[in-house]
């Protein structure tokens, strides 16, 4: 998932890339998959792209004339450009630049295209990337403060926050708008208004 409404774009980590050669100003960047590679498609170097970013974001206009970089596994990410793109029944045909024949094209099955998030653009209202959420604070309206969000997890096709609990432990809120009802990323805090009796916070485990 890159992506929830009430609303989260997630990514999972967002390790460092080291700076390219040609541009030495990128190292640290922090990067963001927004789309996953596949097999390559005909002889003159597409490869299939499944986009990893949310509905509300125009996937061609994201991947065209953005500095791109292409990271597999563990190894440094590499930058890269894209020469075509095309839409091809629920995935895209993507070619990048220097790719131009299937034998090239098939060494980027698995690869993820990246983008650095300074390079993200602006999310609708009531969106928010799943980077600017780690770290928030989370604030019960009943029980006060409970911890700090961790991440996203993907359970049942229904993001959930994750949160490390203050007095200990970990607890996982269903991102939607009845049990997480602001999300406020300038002061740092996310509210929640969680039922009593909520699944990890008994009260052998509530902070304070």
Avoid at 127 to 133: K, Y
Avoid at 170 to 176: A, E, L, T
Wanted: net charge negative; hydrophobic share 40%.
């Amino acid at each position: 998932i890159i992506a929830a409404n009430h609303r989260v774009t997630r990514t999972g980590p967002a390790p460092r890339a080291p700076g390219s050669d040609d541009d030495p100003a990128r190292a640290h960047l922090r990067l963001l998959a927004v789309a996953g590679l596949g097999r390559p498609h005909g002889l003159r170097g597409e490869v299939r792209a499944t986009p990893l970013t949310p509905d509300v974001l125009d996937f061609v206009e994201l991947m065209q004339g953005r500095r791109l970089w292409l990271r597999h596994g563990d190894e440094a990410p590499k930058a890269v450009k894209v020469a075509a793109l095309r839409p091809h029944g629920d995935v895209y045909l993507i070619t990048l630049a220097g790719v131009g024949d299937r034998e090239a094209a098939a060494q980027l099955t698995d690869c993820e295209l990246c983008l650095g998030i300074g390079e993200l653009p602006p999310l609708p209202e009531g969106w928010h990337w799943e980077f600017e959420l780690e770290g928030l604070a989370v604030h019960d309206r009943r029980l006060g403060e409970l911890g700090r969000v961790v991440g996203l997890r993907d359970l049942g096709g229904r993001s959930s926050l994750a949160v490390d609990l203050t007095g200990g432990g970990s607890v996982q809120i269903p991102y939607v708008r009845a049990l997480v009802p602001e999300v406020d990323i300038e002061s740092g805090r996310v509210t929640v208004d969680l039922p009593e009796g909520f699944p990890g916070l008994g009260e052998e485990e509530k902070p304070g």
